[in-house]
């Protein structure tokens, strides 16, 4: 088994159009993965594998790869995942940084922090993940290193530590100056990249060199007593290795964050990249010691990352290959897994064989006969499998921490185009949920039409392509529909007596509680048990809480699922013979069914966050197509010659929006649309979709 300490598991995180991808294929031609570089322009990327991926040039699902990269004679095996950057696919990105040990973070030097670049460090937040940010497009018309750093440490709250200066800007784009060691490097363009040469540092930013490369030093010599020591006495003194181990301790503990730069496209900077990443990001080892709970005994255990303990992975990706049937990504935390054993899935309790185990480097597999600690594999033979389940050894279970996804706020009606295709397409559809967690299949109950809902127009638009593409299912489709919500805006008490006696074993559940908003920031059901002297026993109790999440999934207005909702049990009774638990469950969802109509139920509407970057002529225009459309306009702000426009708008205006900007200022306007929150439209709205909507779900 390998020495962890050699191995990086890493993402590649940013905005739309980056250059993740990119940068990726370098990192692949460099490492001797590839022996030709893949462009995205004209869909030869290795990593954007999809038909799809390559004639739009985004990247829509997220691809592993492991490459072997040599710092100092010593190899060094990197796990990479390339994650999508447009909004629609932050599942992706998620589930992604859920198994990874370290990320590099991209900026356009142009674009700057961008909207999805926020939303995807968040994200890496939550996760504890450190990261490397490296300042792409370097060579771009517009590109300003320090006006990105300067976003960075506004806008993501971080403190950035410079490891690079760039050596010229836009066209004059040469190479950097590395202020760890205080060299100088150029890339040579005829051997596309592969050969860069030392320089001696250019005169004029020998200045500016020298004041960063101090400021790093002060940095590293606040890290221990014995660095402040010599740096008192002597800055040069300090050690290369010093000042690397400084470095990496600072930006494992996520204190800073270190920055370089370079242009993938041009093919500089991305050699120095792979080596920051060996030297700054952690290893398996480094990372804290797992944490789940035992599925048997309930109790807490930890896993360490070494493969004589128990195996214990995480699934954080299901997908459909071809060729060998459904494949499941795992991250495995401890232990090794040999191919053809057994194992147990701990979120379901069923045990699972592993067939084959593969190592993955985009849509080719490589076979492994065994995978240990602190790797990334690809399984085939999981049936039961879903995202976020642990696959565990049998013997000693461990049930690791799940993943949350994003709810869907976009749905469309579908449906086949002949009789033939109606199997084929309920099978399409679940394996498109299994592969994604944000994706949710729903039949309406009025009007029998399948509903399919996802996180956004451009999501749906590729899912009804991939159905006819790839699984050859011709299906008629509506236009896209907002997916609403319902609350309840009043507290009601109410008692329930729910009595069924037809001979026999009969059914008897009686019932107090009250129904009311729940606290805000609560999401999903706030239950509270205040039953007193065992007036109903307690073993009925989630029995009750059941029945109340289940009657939560269809709101007493249009039928749209109760955003959030809290009860109070208070009182009630039951019969020594006839109670059981599903005569409770019953009878709580009978009763709010009784209770939330006479509690003023309203609709709740998605909220999306706008970022829309327009040239100074056009302003007036798009703020008055903003405003029609009941959008709030938070903040303008100027960026270069272009203001941007930060707004939040309801997600029923924003279909089309963007074709709508680009009519409006001649094809020269952009936007970013994400996600924001759930509120409640205007009275004239809620009537007008109580109206509209002939079906509901």
């Not at 011709?474 to 529909?481: A, E, I, L």
């Not at 707004?647 to 306007?669: D, N, Q, V």
């Amino acid at each position: 088994m390998e020495n962890l300490s050699f191995i990086r598991n890493i993402g590649i995180m940013a905005h739309i159009d980056a250059g993740k991808t990119t940068t990726t294929e370098r990192i692949l031609y460099y490492t001797g993965a590839n022996y030709k570089i893949g462009e995205v322009h004209d869909g030869t990327a290795t990593m954007d594998f999809m038909e799809q991926e390559q004639e739009r040039g985004i990247t829509i699902n997220s691809a592993a790869t492991t490459v072997h990269w040599h710092y100092n004679q010593t190899p060094y095996k990197i796990n990479i995942i390339d994650t999508p950057g447009h909004v629609d696919f932050t599942v992706e990105v998620e589930r992604s940084l859920r198994v990874l040990d370290g990320a590099i973070a991209l900026f356009c030097a142009v674009g700057g922090v961008e909207p999805q670049s926020e939303t995807v460090w968040k994200q890496a937040n939550k996760y504890k993940v450190p990261r490397i940010c490296y300042i792409n497009k370097m060579d771009r018309a517009g590109a300003d290193y320090y006006s990105v750093i300067a976003q960075i440490k506004k806008r993501l709250e971080i403190n950035p530590v410079l490891l690079q200066i760039p050596i010229g800007a836009e066209e004059d784009f040469a190479g950097i100056v590395d202020l760890v060691t205080n060299k100088a490097y150029v890339w040579d363009e005829q051997s596309q990249g592969t050969v860069f040469t030392e320089i001696p540092i250019p005169e004029e930013i020998k200045e500016e060199v020298d004041k960063y490369r101090m400021q790093l030093i002060e940095g590293v010599a606040e890290e221990s007593d014995d660095l402040l020591k010599k740096f008192i006495e002597d800055p040069n003194s300090i050690l290369f290795e010093e000042i690397v181990s400084a470095i990496r301790k600072a930006t494992i503990e996520l204190r800073i964050t270190p920055v370089l730069c370079g242009s993938s496209f041009k093919n500089k900077g991305v050699q120095r990249l792979l080596d920051a990443v060996v030297l700054y990001l952690p290893s398996p080892e480094d990372k804290e010691a797992i944490e789940g709970v035992n599925p048997y005994t309930n109790h807490i255990e930890t896993r360490n990352p070494i493969t004589k303990e128990p195996f214990s992975a995480l699934v954080f990706k299901i997908a459909t290959d071809a060729f060998v049937g459904r494949i499941a990504y795992f991250r495995v935390y401890s232990g090794k897994l040999t191919a053809g054993s057994y194992l147990l899935n701990a979120s379901t309790g069923k045990k699972e064989r592993i067939s084959r185990i593969f190592e993955m480097h985009a849509d080719k597999q490589v076979s492994l006969e065994e995978i240990g600690a602190g790797n990334i594999g690809a399984a085939v033979g999981l049936k039961n499998i879903r995202t976020g389940h642990t696959i565990t050894d049998e013997k000693h279970p461990i049930l690791l921490e799940s993943m949350t996804f994003p709810e869907p706020v976009i749905s469309v009606a579908i449906e086949p185009r002949t009789q033939e295709d109606v199997d084929k397409l309920v099978l399409t559809l679940q394996k498109l949920v299994e592969e994604d967690p944000t994706l949710t299949v729903k039949i309406d109950e009025e009007s029998g039409q399948t509903i399919l809902s996802g996180m956004g127009e451009l999501h749906l638009e590729i899912v009804l392509e991939r159905i006819k593409r790839e699984f050859n299912v011709q299906c008629n489709y509506g236009n896209p529909m907002v997916s609403y919500k319902e609350a309840i805006t009043q507290t009601v008490r109410h008692r329930e007596i729910h009595k069924k006696q037809t001979g026999g074993k009969g059914q008897f559940a009686d019932i107090e509680f009250e129904i009311s908003p729940a606290e805000e920031g609560v999401k999903g059901l706030e239950f509270i048990n205040e039953i007193k002297s065992g007036a109903i026993p307690k073993e009925f109790i989630p029995a009750i809480e059941n029945g109340f999440q289940k009657a939560m999934t269809t709101g007493p207005l249009l039928g749209y699922p109760l955003m959030s909702l809290k009860v109070r049990v208070i009182d009630g009774s039951f019969h020594t013979i006839d109670s059981d638990a599903n005569s409770f469950e019953i009878c709580a969802y009978k009763g709010f069914r009784e209770a939330a109509k006479k509690a003023n139920a309203t609709i709740l509407e998605p909220i999306m966050k706008l970022e829309v970057i327009v040239a100074s002529d056009y302003i007036g225009n798009v703020t008055g197509d903003l405003n029609r459309r009941r959008a709030v306009i938070e903040n303008i702000s100027s960026k270069q010659n272009n203001q941007i426009i930060s707004a939040k708008i309801p997600l029923a205006e924003a279909f089309g929006y963007i074709t709508a900007l680009r009519t409006l200022t001649s094809g020269r306007g952009s936007a970013n649309m994400e996600f924001s929150h759930y509120d409640e439209p205007p009275l004239a709205i809620v009537e007008e979709v109580k109206n509209k909507w002939k079906f509901h779900f």
